[in-house]
């Protein structure tokens, strides 16, 4: 059986748009699929080593359930997806960060978006 191809588009970096490609990441890999998260020039604060995750306008109510709940951070998402072998790539974007990213052009991501067995985009 051929191993799957997962690419993630992270395009915000809002709360509610942080965990979704980042659980979904971590899923992929645990479950042997290839796994490329990539951050677009909106998303890639998700990346910056002070970011503060902020909910949208009217979704306070997340935060306080992902809290309640005990998930675990954007940050600790973040590690384990790195860990485990998940592809960081910021697309288009000259930013400092504490992860092993890559820097790639747009169209590279979508190149590998067009043959994947599965792309999101958030």
């Not at 930013?95 to 890559?102: D, G, Q, R, S």
């Amino acid at each position: 059986m051929a191993t799957k191809k997962v690419v993630l588009l992270v395009l915000h970096s809002e709360l509610e748009s942080a965990y979704p490609p980042l659980n979904i990441a971590v899923g992929a890999i645990s479950s042997g699929a290839n796994v490329i998260l990539a951050f677009s020039h909106e998303g890639v604060d998700i990346l910056l080593p002070n970011y503060i995750p902020i909910p949208s306008v009217g979704s306070i109510d997340i935060a306080n359930g992902l809290s309640d709940f005990g998930a675990p951070s954007i940050e600790e998402l973040i590690t384990i997806a790195s860990e485990s072998g998940v592809r960081l790539i910021i697309v288009d974007n000259m930013i400092l960060t504490n992860w092993n990213v890559e820097r790639k052009e747009l169209r590279w991501v979508l190149n590998e978006a067009a043959d994947a067995d599965l792309f999101l985009h958030f």
